[in-house]
């Protein structure tokens, strides 16, 4: 029966690709196939269309107000913008310098605090590290006295045991 039923599914299968593969690709291959059929019989092309169409309307009856525009219309009832008109092209040129000099005497100030917060820092990093080089060389110190101590013990503890060995001691 599981053989069986494993046989339908696959069919079923197969089908249902076929059947979306058909649906996918369908309406391409149909429309290719009427269009090539369509060359393949060209005496029965159709007659030219006839068009009784009114001619297309003008830019001046849509808005006949856009017609009057110009130059020198443009912008004449704003007073900043007729006063910025107004001004000379060398009085444009020495605003724009002004303005760029401005922006690089504001990029030279922020340069300078953040390089004099980087020395700040810098400076009170190396106070840290000499701090920490001070603590290590004072810990090699006394670590090194602390092994000259232990190397003293150790004499006198091997000299106590040879006399106690001497007297009779036979140790652990």
Not at 142 to 147: G, I, K, L, N, W
């Amino acid at each position: 029966m599981s053989r069986r039923s494993g046989t339908c599914l696959r069919l079923c299968l197969v089908i249902f690709a076929v059947v979306s593969a058909l649906g996918v690709c369908g309406p391409a291959l149909y429309w290719r196939f009427k269009k090539t059929l369509r060359l393949g019989d060209s005496k029965s092309s159709c007659p030219p269309c006839i068009c009784d169409c009114p001619p297309p309307l003008s830019l001046l009856k849509i808005a006949p107000g856009l017609a009057n525009l110009s130059i020198t219309d443009c912008g004449s009832n704003d007073p900043d913008l007729k006063q910025e008109m107004e001004k000379q092209f060398v009085d444009l040129l020495t605003e724009e310098l002004k303005l760029q000099e401005a922006v690089a005497e504001e990029h030279a100030r922020h340069m300078n605090i953040t390089f004099g917060e980087a020395k700040r820092v810098a400076s009170q990093y190396q106070r840290e590290a000499e701090k920490c080089i001070a603590a290590t060389e004072t810990c090699e110190e006394a670590r090194e006295r602390a092994e000259a101590l232990l190397i003293k013990e150790r004499k006198v503890t091997t000299i106590w045991e040879q006399r106690a060995r001497q007297m009779g001691w036979e140790g652990e």
